[in-house]
């Protein structure tokens, strides 16, 4: 176990002479102080948070981490509540749900089916992932509101009648308008997007969950989350130079890999915090769900407290300050696990191609890229996202890119820009960096997702055709940015997209290597400096937000039956108290197998209301290890090869139930549940792997699935494509107990092996009633 020391001795000596009490109550004559602007009754409570901790303190009689604050703080039982890290599971009460508009749909059709009449906790929906890059932010915008206006209207009067605030198309991507306007220290928020983790460059516990987990956070039932293990990463010394926060996790998935977080939390502490930007923090946070952790977080301190003033925010900057020492760690608290980074030894890195794990030191990935055979020419540079959007990376980026225009240079690779929301749009436009990155070449995009989430109608290349693309995004897996799985896509800073942008090569070293300007002189870019935030106000651009009206009476919600874009749901059957015979293989995963295997986002984003027609992309993407294709299996009633899909569904229809085999870390990646909704749909019982990425877990046990690992890893091996598998023992299903299954072989053979599984005895009731949904219904009776 590791100890992290508090250097905040001041604050615990003032606190024990008295000064919390004077604190507390100093707040309780003061006035109420709002979670946001766009909620005026509802208000923060940092006194429940120091009630409940101090309740948890007093039980567990040790100083405790950050995230554990904030967890055990939002308990819904903090005096009976079993808390053992990485072994019992919690019921929380987040204080907030954001849902991105293609999980929204799923969510509040979810919503609506539960009978409920409004959500009981402050609720947003934001529209960012249904806008498709093509030729330019408004055009784009433009043409993405025509397209989608039924998806829209539905969310739009889904919000206004069950008291969801509604962010329109055009207001920017989700996590950059949680940390704009709702993200506050000490906050648990649940969003049903994987880059929710976001908003710990607030000091928030902020956790990607899919839309059943939204539900019941709506419907005001406790949510519950395995008790997550904390990783400490202690950082030391100071960022400068070429070196960026995105850096710091770009080194940390390097260390910890695609699977290393799972199941904790990563908490960052030590004095090299204090370089680092709260946008910059958000970078780090952001990108951690790339390590599959549960979420990370950083201590409340000066640079959070300036955001918060500066986007309109100073009354929760000043109560936080009062209650800081809720929001920072105790002296001597331990973590499971803790990494050291160096921060003024730490070099700009990129990662990739095809695995946001795969770390290179800039200096070092053209010699990489010449070794293994990726392309070196450039042929597109994307900056902006998520994960890298905030005013000071635009300002670092338009520094570089202002060195090679003062040298009569424009980028040779294409070049986007994609603002964070339209308050960064707004700001940067005004303040002149958007006008210097068009200057180098660059096209400004909508406030939105887009490429980085397959939404980019790319045509400079043809599909199949081999090339590398440089961005600031997070995720880089194959096919993920523009559907072609020969594109190498590889992940760095914004200020180094630029630079490579400029040079149009990887073997470009912007702290090494020199260019030749319009002018035949060769010169060096300089390490880009920008404010952090912008001298002046933000400019907040236009007005996107629609309030839920007070009274909802007399608004619809009305989806035509015969759309192809939404369609109620129906629930799922209940478990018929039989064991699972003779189940058919549908595939055999070989290899990774990440949510975009698994549900394609992209084109298939148009469907994610419309559960029946976006299951057409079921598994299309997963490698076949019988043929080491994609997209084709034995349909064992026709004794054909065949689409995924298509073969699913042959078999539903037949009334003959499937499972999925799969490796290491199944379903990493995104938090979409339709993921976990699409083979139930189709029919599908169990999905048994090596192991599993924790949201696609928990969205399969909340859709009535089995999700189930090898208890010895090597049988993954002893299941053959033609298998018929067996699921035995459901009768005294049970926590902590395998389950066994029986191979039955073409030969005539068979195998018996054991299946873990990590329910507890609230979710095998899930499984019992055929999803969580079908279990909240019973209880409502």
């Keep these: 176990m590791a100890t992290y020391t508090l250097t905040a001795r001041r604050l615990q000596q003032a606190l024990s002479h008295g000064v919390r009490r004077y604190h507390l109550s100093a707040m309780r004559r003061r006035a109420k102080v709002v979670m946001s602007r766009f909620e005026p009754n509802e208000y923060i409570n940092y006194e429940l948070l120091r009630k409940n901790v101090d309740i948890v303190h007093k039980r567990l009689d040790k100083p405790l981490t950050l995230s554990e604050k904030i967890v055990y703080g939002h308990l819904d039982d903090p005096v009976n509540q079993e808390i053992g890290r990485g072994r019992t599971y919690l019921r929380l009460r987040p204080d907030r749900v954001a849902m991105q508009d293609a999980t929204a749909q799923m969510a509040m059709l979810q919503f609506i089916s539960s009978g409920l009449p409004r959500v009981a906790v402050p609720s947003t929906i934001h529209c960012d992932h249904l806008i498709e890059a093509q030729v330019g932010g408004e055009k784009d915008l433009a043409r993405a509101k025509d397209m989608n206006k039924e998806v829209y209207d539905f969310l739009a009067t889904a919000g206004a009648k069950y008291g969801v605030g509604f962010w329109k198309p055009g207001s920017g991507i989700i996590h950059q308008i949680i940390l704009e306007n709702y993200a506050y220290p000490g906050i648990l928020l649940i969003g049903t997007d994987s880059h929710t983790p ?33 990783i ?3 950082l030391t010394g100071h960022l400068s130079g070429w070196t960026s926060p995105k850096d710091v996790i770009l080194k940390v998935a390097g260390i910890l890999t695609v699977k290393g977080g799972t199941g904790a939390i990563v908490e960052y502490h030590g004095p090299g915090v204090e370089s680092i930007s709260c946008t910059g923090m958000a970078t780090i946070c952001n990108m951690g769900a790339e390590i599959g952790a549960t979420t990370s977080v950083f201590p409340y301190n000066h640079r959070m407290k300036k955001y918060m003033e500066k ?22 608290c331990e973590y499971d696990q803790l990494i050291e980074i160096n921060l003024t030894e730490l070099k700009p890195h990129i990662n990739g191609p095809f695995t946001p794990d795969l770390a290179h030191p800039v200096s070092e990935i053209g010699t990489a890229a010449e070794k293994n055979g990726w392309p070196l020419d450039i ?62 070449g660059g096209i400004v995009l909508a406030n939105a997702c887009g490429p980085c989430i397959g939404q980019w109608d790319r045509r400079d290349v043809k599909k199949g055709e081999k090339n590398t693309i440089v961005t600031s995004y997070n995720r880089n897996f194959t096919g993920r940015n523009d559907a072609n799985p020969a594109t190498h896509a590889f ?28 002018d035949g002189k060769k010169f060096k870019l300089k390490a880009p400096n920008a404010d952090e935030l912008p001298s002046k106000d933000f400019d907040p651009g236009q007005d996107t937000y629609q309030y839920p009206p007070e009274d909802p009476k007399g608004i ?18 209940k478990w018929d108290k039989k064991d699972l015979v003779d189940m058919r293989v549908l595939i055999k995963v070989k290899g990774k197998c990440t949510t975009d295997h698994i549900s394609a986002a992209g084109p298939w984003l148009k469907f994610r209301g419309h559960l029946d027609n976006i299951s057409n992309n079921l598994l299309i993407g997963a490698i076949n290890i019988e043929n080491n294709k994609a997209n084709e299996v034995k349909n064992h009633i026709s004794n054909e090869y065949e689409p995924v899909p298509d073969t699913a569904r042959a078999y539903k229809k037949r009334g003959i139930k499937w499972v999925v085999i799969g490796d290491e870390n199944y379903g990493e990646g995104s938090s ?13 019982r169990a999905i048994i792997v090596k192991s599993f990425a924790r949201i696609h877990e928990t969205n399969l046990k909340k859709q009535g699935l089995l999700p189930l690992t090898f208890s010895d890893p090597s049988d993954y091996d002893k299941v053959q494509p033609d298998d018929k598998v067996s699921i035995t023992g459901l009768n005294e299903f049970a926590p902590g107990k395998p389950l066994t ?25 899930w499984f019992k009633a055929g999803s969580a949904l079908n279990r909240m219904k019973e209880l409502q009776k």
Aim: hydrophobic share 35%.
């Design 198 to 230: 976001n908003g710990g460059g607030l000091g928030g516990i902020c956790i990607g969950v899919g839309g059943a987990d939204a539900v019941d956070v709506m419907a005001g039932i406790p949510w519950e989350l395995k008790c997550p293990k904390v």
């Design 741 to 765: 299954c029986i191979l039955k072989h073409k030969d005539g053979s068979q195998d018996t092996i054991l299946l873990n599984h990590s329910f507890n005895e609230g979710q095998i009731e």
């Design 556 to 573: 619809e919600v009305n989806v035509n039956p015969q759309s192809q874009r939404l369609q109620l749901l129906a629930p799922f059957d």
């Design 232 to 234: 400490g990463v202690k």
């Design 379 to 440: 042929r597109v540079g994307l900056i902006g996202s998520c994960t890298n959007s905030s005013y000071e990376d635009m300002g670092r980026s338009a520094a570089v890119a202002q060195q090679a225009i003062d040298h009569g240079l424009k980028c040779k690779s294409q070049f986007t820009v994609t603002p964070g929301s339209e308050q960064i749009r707004a700001t940067i436009e005004r303040d002149g960096y958007a006008q210097v990155l068009r200057d180098v």
């Design 672 to 684: 979409r549940e339709h993921a976990a909704l699409e083979p139930r749909h189709l029919g599908g």
């Design 491 to 518: 992940v760095t800073s914004p200020e180094i997209v630029t630079a490579l942008s400029i040079a149009g090569t990887l073997k470009f070293d912007p702290e090494r290597d020199s260019l030749t300007g319009a």
């Design 311 to 332: 986007t309109g925010r100073a009354e929760i900057a000043a109560v936080a300050d009062e209650f800081q020492d809720l929001l920072v760690p105790d002296e001597g």
